[in-house]
């Protein structure tokens, strides 16, 4: 079989899979399956669906809903008929789904339920070129069509040959998706990814990796408007393996149902998993304690030297097998990105037997730039570039990459474009890095988020922020210091750590004001903070901090759809606070 040049002909590999792959719904325990054949069925019944609503090659269709079958559904019929897909956020409110769909002159909006379907048709109305909106699962109301009547009636017979007859619809160089970037800072900006662009980077990908067969299973629950989790979907597809479907709340109950072969996750996805084996390790009885801690260090005393003795199986069949468990007991390996990966977090698991391999990209690029690889994964460093793609570090430190994986450009936006992408054809990514000796990339920081002080000095708070979430006590960190004389820093607690501590110190817990304010509890994490600023020069010291009465979270804008932090949204919220640490000079409270 020929490589596939469109994501049609990667559907064509899928369905032509032997033994047949499928798609599993196993949203709410319920794993409905359906093989290949029925999902062949409802792409090209989708397809002729949307053709007869007047969906012709290049109209942009928006797409709005969770992980499940019908989402790759919705998208393959798209591609059969040279449509862009246009996916949106769950979690975006109604003035963001508007932007997006206006910005991208939707013809359609496919929405999941009603709940979603509200925010749409409140957006309807800022939206000139939306012509149909279609629900997904419910009774539609008046003006908006539910799925049944718009699927076209075929037959599973009958599907193979629609699908083949549209394939030569669609050329590489044709537009797939424009993807809105959920960014922390400023409007999101469509970034349009050919077919090439999504092909190159999946066969390219793939290539380096021990992707699971046609007889194993994967789990997404990732979101699929994250282009991540939609590559690693596409590698899967072209590799003809089975895929399970779930939110990300179901995640660690599917894990232990599905046993998945592989899965991609955020690295907070990690970091709770991290927290919550550590704490349970740390609540036990003092024996259990006393074993645990112990099997800790030598599953870590076995990754750094290389050497797996007789204790280490011992704690391997004790402890060890037990976390693999928590995670189906059958995991190849596992995908982190959208982030960096806390080395700490990495070391561990790695050491115990969980295979988180670190990669790096942007949706610009489709997305994955670097990863790295089950033949030799380097924690810490986010891996060497795929087959095809250049990687080079600009004079001030900037990461810039070009090749196939390279976007078209941003939808509506020539001059983001040329500021992105260089005449010489390398994309901008705005990450600072660095190549090792083996060309193997680590990032340190965002180009936009290094603070330069009063007094000139360059930080890059990614790494000390970092350093701060290394304790269990503290969820979130944020440092703040840009034209300013000195570093401050918002905290989140970890109030689920603090509280069994604040009980143990006979302090109440009942008011979060009051406790983050106790005494006890300031001189807690002054000593936290005193820790990290022992390891950094004296510029980047973290000379203030404040604690935060809740956590930051996507409803409430902090955070993006891949838990990454907006440092504008929280210095506009929390402000007050910092302008507070500044007003009082350096030398008052550090609390």
């Known amino acids: 079989m020929s490589a596939p040049t469109t994501l049609s002909e990667v559907f064509r590999n899928w369905r032509q899979a032997t033994p047949e792959p499928a798609l599993i719904d196993a949203r709410g325990g319920a794993d409905r399956r359906l093989p290949a054949r029925e999902v062949s069925r409802l792409v090209a019944s989708l397809a002729l669906g949307l053709e007869k609503l007047g969906v012709k090659k290049g109209d942009r269709v928006a797409l709005i809903s969770g992980n499940r079958p019908e989402w790759h559904v919705v998208d393959f019929a798209l591609h059969h008929l040279g449509a862009v897909n246009v996916p949106i956020y769950t979690t975006l409110l109604a003035p963001q789904i508007a932007h997006i769909m206006k910005d991208s002159g939707a013809k359609v909006c496919i929405a999941e339920n009603p709940e979603l379907l509200a925010k749409v048709l409140e957006a309807k109305g800022s939206c000139p070129d939306l012509a149909h909106v279609v629900l997904m699962e419910g009774q539609p109301p008046q003006g908006v069509r539910s799925w049944s009547?718009?699927?076209a009636p075929v037959s599973e017979e009958k599907a193979p040959e629609i699908l083949e007859s549209m394939v030569p619809r669609v050329s590489p160089q044709d537009l797939a998706t424009i993807i809105y970037t959920s960014g922390t800072t400023g409007e999101p900006k469509g970034a349009m990814l050919t077919h090439d662009n999504f092909v190159f980077n999946a066969v390219s990908s793939a290539s380096v990796q021990d992707w699971p067969p046609h007889s194993e299973v994967a789990l997404s629950f990732l979101p699929l408007s994250h282009v991540l989790e939609r590559l690693v979907d596409y590698i899967l597809f072209y590799k003809g393996?089975?895929?399970?479907?779930?939110?990300?709340?179901?995640?660690?109950?599917?894990?232990?149902?599905?046993?998945?072969?592989?899965?991609?996750?955020?690295?907070?996805?990690?970091?709770?998993?991290?927290?919550?084996?550590?704490?349970?390790?740390?609540h036990g009885s003092p024996l259990k304690q006393k074993i645990f801690q112990a099997a800790v260090e030598e599953a870590l005393r076995a990754f750094r030297t290389g050497k797996k003795g007789l204790k280490y199986r011992l704690f391997d069949a004790l402890v060890y097998?037990?976390?693999?468990?928590?995670?189906?007991?059958?995991?190849?390996?596992?995908?982190?990105?959208?982030a960096p990966l806390p080395v700490y977090v990495g070391e561990f698991l790695h050491a115990v037997g969980i295979y988180v391999l670190e990669g790096y990209g942007l949706t610009e690029t489709s997305p994955v730039i670097t990863v790295n690889t089950t033949k030799k994964a380097k924690i810490g460093t986010v891996g060497p570039p795929i087959p095809g793609v250049e990687v080079k570090i600009a004079a001030d430190g900037e990461i810039l990459t070009r090749g196939r994986h390279v976007m078209?450009?941003?939808?509506?936006?020539?001059?983001?474009?040329?500021?992105?992408?260089?005449?010489?054809?390398?994309?901008?990514?705005?990450?600072?890095?660095?190549?090792?000796?083996?060309?193997?990339?680590?990032?340190?920081?965002?180009?936009?988020?290094?603070?330069?002080?009063?007094?000139?000095?360059?930080?890059?708070?990614?790494?000390?922020?970092?350093?701060?979430?290394?304790?269990?006590?503290?969820?979130?960190?944020?440092?703040?210091?840009?034209?300013?004389?000195?570093?401050?820093?918002?905290?989140?607690?970890?109030?689920?750590?603090?509280?069994?501590?604040?009980?143990?110190?006979?302090?109440?817990?009942?008011?979060?004001?009051?406790?983050?304010?106790?005494?006890?509890?300031?001189?807690?994490?002054?000593?936290?903070?005193?820790?990290?600023?022992?390891?950094?020069?004296?510029?980047?010291?973290?000379?203030?901090?404040?604690?935060?009465?809740?956590?930051?979270?996507?409803?409430?804008?902090?955070?993006?759809?891949?838990?990454?932090?907006?440092?504008?949204?929280?210095l506009q919220r929390y402000g007050h606070l910092v302008d507070a640490m500044y007003s009082e000079g350096e030398g008052g409270s550090e609390r």
């Open 149 to 151: 009547d718009v699927c």
């Open 241 to 282: 393996a089975t895929i399970a479907y779930c939110g990300i709340l179901e995640a660690g109950e599917a894990l232990r149902r599905i046993r998945p072969h592989l899965f991609t996750a955020v690295p907070r996805f990690y970091e709770k998993v991290y927290d919550r084996i550590m704490a349970e390790g740390a």
């Open 321 to 338: 097998k037990k976390i693999r468990n928590a995670f189906g007991g059958r995991l190849r390996f596992s995908i982190s990105g959208g």
């Open 408 to 570: 078209k450009g941003y939808w509506n936006k020539p001059e983001a474009t040329r500021e992105a992408i260089d005449p010489e054809g390398w994309f901008h990514t705005g990450d600072i890095g660095e190549l090792d000796e083996e060309g193997y990339l680590r990032i340190t920081d965002r180009k936009k988020d290094i603070l330069v002080t009063a007094g000139g000095k360059n930080i890059a708070p990614q790494p000390i922020e970092n350093q701060l979430k290394t304790s269990k006590f503290v969820e979130n960190a944020v440092l703040f210091g840009d034209r300013k004389p000195y570093v401050v820093a918002l905290l989140v607690p970890n109030f689920e750590e603090l509280t069994h501590w604040a009980q143990a110190k006979g302090i109440p817990t009942d008011n979060r004001e009051a406790l983050i304010n106790h005494p006890a509890v300031l001189e807690l994490y002054q000593g936290i903070v005193d820790q990290v600023n022992s390891g950094l020069a004296r510029f980047e010291t973290i000379k203030k901090f404040r604690l935060l009465p809740e956590p930051f979270t996507m409803d409430g804008g902090e955070l993006t759809p891949t838990l990454k932090v907006k440092r504008r949204v929280i």
